[in-house]
């Protein structure tokens, strides 16, 4: 693997749509569950631990070149929240249109033909991890980072808090990172021989209520 | 495998409390032995030729005590009255719940279960098999499950349904008795519905639950979670509208022809509003 | 890196003039400029003027809300179906500039949907005079800076007021209350840009939008002619 692309891949620059969504913290900060850099902590550190492990192992099985149809209905099962759901394809679609142009491939074609509105982001993420020579680990690795830098950086913007508290909070957080990213390609591995049911379905009960309530909003600075 | 009967706890309302501690009795659990009870409870509701459904399996065994209780319709109601309480640690209790073709099958239960810790260092397991046939109908709505400090459960409820099958199905964690700190427990619920995954979401909490479980993206302090999953086959074409039931608790479709209510509050009675509730909104 | 790619399948084009069943696809207008210059405005009269005579959407990328939509639906200056808002996370530039892949999703599926069209208008979230739009977005964009902004704003120059294909002063009917000098704004502006054009207008006037609604015009048949 190349760690220079892993870096293209990973940048929160990388151009795939990620900068308009909060990964529920504007729910969370609106409901006053987080205020400072210690509830984004514990905000990232949960959803690291369930959505965060649930992408990252999504990814990383597509990483491994499992058919991206399968994983695409089991994200759908893990991902009860209809809204959520919305936002997971349209995230995807942005994504697969990054891949195509920066890493094509004809499985990204594939995919892109069969699900014209967007696969679940962490199935094309781990197929564009795929064609842009990378693996498992890397893939795993770039969707348990999204899961908390994304939240990090809305909180930024919404509690204008200091964004070095809130790099720190990152900061603390990578060895956790690196275990649950290993979590996620060790059942990623299971997937052949065992099908998607091996995959972790962490849930966080107020990540799917909150982005329902957030879905419902007239005023908002994220699309969730 | 034999049934067995326990020294109760002393928990008023507790599923299988049998009241004034009793001994240990013959094929009860032996504390010199470091292994917990295994136990099946059985029951299957098949319709007779007057479309009446009947429950030719009803067995329930050590702690899961099955009783049949009337119905006033022509759908066959069971109650999971529990003979002691259970589970404990090491304990691996299983409920195999079957519903036939066209039979309608509505189960329940007398308390709530309470995962207790016991002997064992290993946790207790609890699975729920649901299975609804063709054109059949079950509705699964037992009392809470309630994790108490120090206990140590595995809990996987696993529902199979054929096509035009219908599946209410509701559960309720409750984390800890009144002011004590829940114990762990992991709760996995699966839905497969004409051999595809319609949803499949499991929560950790409690010690050893991976971090963050309490924090503002997961419980945020709420000691009382439930789930509402309607399976019907007219969702498919008529998907529910997605609304929120009040500030904590939201419904949803999914991606077939489901939806689930996810609902957390401070306490089971509060929890149990808003899912009665929502059973009020979304029951066929 | 929206030059090197295939055209075999659906969502692969960027600022490519094809789409991928091989039509060539609707001219793009962007329209930028700072909060309360006119944008909305501005978009609200190009398509009273011109959906008479051209089959045309509007994107529009609201910084916290749908206002932005919602008044265009609301003064029904389009069918529903052919307005699009675009949510862009209290980073508007970054949504028609850094990573346009939300607006490329919402001009395709206007094309898909409604199409086929001669013209997007893609209007983008009040800003301020450094926003500019991807070339990977828009074939040409638009901005907008009125005279109660201040009419120094023309001489500061900027990214938005030296490189848009068209500048526009809106709302020189204020002009005499907010004490800006036109003469001075105009004069500076064609400092800054050269042989680009500038417009000046105010939407309350009879002449309207018309000058702007004819430089669409222009650019249209330039690219249907291209």
Request: charged share 25%; glycine share 10%.
């Amino acid at each position: 693997m190349s760690r220079a692309t892993l870096l293209v891949l990973a940048d929160g620059r990388f151009p795939a749509g990620g900068h308009a969504h909060s990964g529920g913290a504007e729910a969370a900060v609106a409901a006053g569950r987080i205020k400072d850099a210690a509830g984004l902590e514990a905000f990232c550190r949960g959803r690291l631990h369930t959505s965060g492990l649930v992408a990252a192992a999504l990814a990383a099985t597509a990483a491994l070149g499992v058919d991206p149809l399968l994983l695409d209905d089991a994200a759908d099962a893990r991902t009860p929240s209809a809204a959520l759901r919305t936002v997971a394809r349209k995230l995807g679609r942005q994504m697969m249109r990054a891949a195509r142009s920066t890493w094509p491939s004809p499985e990204l074609d594939a995919l892109a033909a069969v699900r014209p509105k967007g696969a679940h982001q962490p199935v094309v993420l781990g197929l564009a991890a795929r064609s842009a020579g990378l693996g498992p680990e890397d893939a795993a690795h770039v969707a348990v980072y999204e899961a908390v830098s994304g939240p990090a950086t809305a909180v930024v913007r919404l509690l204008s808090l200091d964004p070095f508290d809130a790099t720190r909070v990152l900061a603390r957080l990578a060895p956790e990172l690196d275990r649950v990213a290993a979590d996620a390609v060790a059942a990623a591995r299971r997937v052949p021989d065992h099908g998607v049911d091996a995959l972790p379905a962490a849930s966080a009960p107020l990540l799917d209520i909150g982005a329902e309530a957030h879905a419902g909003w007239a005023v908002r600075l994220f699309a969730s | 495998m034999s049934s067995a009967v326990r020294v109760s706890v002393d928990e008023p309302g507790a599923v299988g409390a049998p009241g004034a501690g009793g001994a240990v009795a013959s094929g009860g659990r032996d504390s010199s032995v470091d292994s917990g009870i295994r136990a099946v409870a059985r029951i299957r509701a098949e319709v007779d030729a007057r479309g009446v459904s009947r429950l030719p399996v009803l067995e329930g065994e050590g702690p899961l005590a099955v009783r049949r209780v009337r119905s006033s319709g022509q759908e066959a109601r069971v109650a999971l009255v529990g003979a002691m309480s259970a589970p404990l640690g090491g304990d691996r209790l299983t409920v195999e719940a079957t519903a036939g073709v066209g039979a309608r099958l509505d189960i329940g239960s007398s308390a709530a279960t309470i995962a207790l810790p016991g002997q064992s260092e290993r946790p207790a397991r609890y699975d729920v098999r649901l299975s609804v046939a063709e054109d059949a109908e079950l509705r699964w709505l037992p009392e809470q499950l309630i994790s108490a400090y120090g206990s140590s459960l595995r809990m996987t409820t696993r529902a199979e349904l054929a096509p035009g099958a219908r599946l209410l199905l509701r559960e309720e964690q409750v984390l800890g008795r009144a002011g004590e700190e829940p114990g762990a427990l992991t709760s996995r619920l699966t839905v497969r519905c004409d051999g595809r995954t319609l949803l499949d979401q499991e929560l950790s909490c409690g010690p050893g639950a991976p971090g963050g479980w309490d924090g503002p993206a997961a419980l945020a302090g709420h000691r009382a979670l439930g789930q509402l999953v309607v399976v019907h086959p007219e969702l498919a074409h008529s998907p529910a509208e997605p609304r929120m039931l009040g500030e904590h608790a939201a419904l949803t479709p999914l991606a077939g022809p489901g939806l689930l209510v996810t609902a957390v509050a401070a306490d089971a009675l509060l929890l149990r509003r808003v899912l009665d509730e929502a059973v009020r909104l979304v029951a066929w | 890196m929206h030059l090197d790619h295939s055209h075999d399948g659906p969502a692969a084009v960027s600022a490519d003039a094809v789409r991928p069943d091989g039509r060539r696809r609707a001219l793009r207008i962007g329209l930028g400029g700072p909060v309360g210059s006119g944008k909305t405005a501005t978009v609200a009269a190009l398509c009273r003027t011109l959906r008479d005579e051209l089959s045309l959407a509007v994107v529009t990328n609201d910084i916290y809300t749908r206002e932005d939509a919602a008044f265009l639906l609301r003064e029904a200056v389009l069918p529903p179906e052919r307005i699009t808002a675009v949510e862009t996370g209290a980073c508007p530039h970054t949504a028609i500039r850094d990573d346009i892949s939300a607006n490329l999703e919402a001009v395709e599926d206007l094309e898909d949907e409604v199409g086929p069209l001669d013209l997007v208008l893609v209007e983008s979230g009040g800003d301020n005079l450094t926003a500019t739009f991807s070339r990977g977005l828009v074939d040409a964009q638009v901005f907008v800076i009125d005279v109660a902004g201040g009419d120094d704003i023309p001489r500061k120059g900027g990214p938005g007021v030296t490189t848009a294909d068209l500048l526009v002063i809106n709302k020189t009917d204020l002009a005499p209350y907010v004490g800006s000098d036109l003469q001075r704004m105009e004069r500076d502006a064609k400092e800054q840009r050269a042989e680009l054009p500038v417009v000046l207008q105010s939407l309350r006037s009879e002449h309207g939008v018309t000058d702007v609604a004819t430089w669409v015009r222009e650019r249209l048949a330039a690219w249907t002619a291209a």
